[in-house]
C-alpha cells in the first residue's frame, strides 16, 4: 500500500484507535505523528478520548507523556449539541456513537486541511461527511 502524505499545517486528528496505537508505540501511527509534526500539523483528540482509550494495564507514565504532546479538544454544551446534530444528521444512535461523534464534532472545527487517523472509517465518513480525510489505523 503506499504511504500517504500528509498535508502542511492543518490539523492531525486521533481517535480511540489511533491514541491506542501511539500509546502502543505502532510504527506506522508513530510515523504519521511525527510527519504531521514535521509538517507544522497540530495532533489533536477529543478530551473523550483519553476516556475510551485507557484501561486497566495503560501505562500511565506513557500516557501522561503521550498527551503532554497532544492538544486535547474539550466538549461541553455547545460541542455536545453539535456533536447531537451530527448523529441526527447521519443517521446513527448516541447510545453507540456518542463519542464517534464528539471525536467527529472536534475534527470539524480544527484549522484545515484537517486528518483524522482512525478505525472506523465507515462511522466517521458519515459524521464527517468529506470535510475529513480519513486515514484508516
Known sequence: ??????SSEGTLVLDCEGLSKLLGDDERVVALVAEARR????VVIS???IIEAVHART???????????LRAVAV???????????????????HKYAIDAAVAEAA????????????DVDDMTKLCGDLVRLVAV
Open 108 to 119: 470539524l472545527r480544527q484549522q484545515r486541511p484537517v486528518v483524522m487517523l482512525t478505525s
Open 39 to 42: 509538517r507544522g500539523m497540530e
Open 47 to 49: 478530551s473523550l478520548t
Open 76 to 94: 461541553g454544551d455547545e460541542e455536545a449539541k453539535a456533536a447531537s446534530a451530527l448523529l441526527m444528521g447521519a443517521g446513527l444512535h448516541g
Open 59 to 69: 501505562d500511565k507514565a506513557r500516557l501522561g507523556w503521550v498527551l503532554s504532546g
Open 1 to 6: 500500500m503506499a504511504r500517504r502524505k500528509l
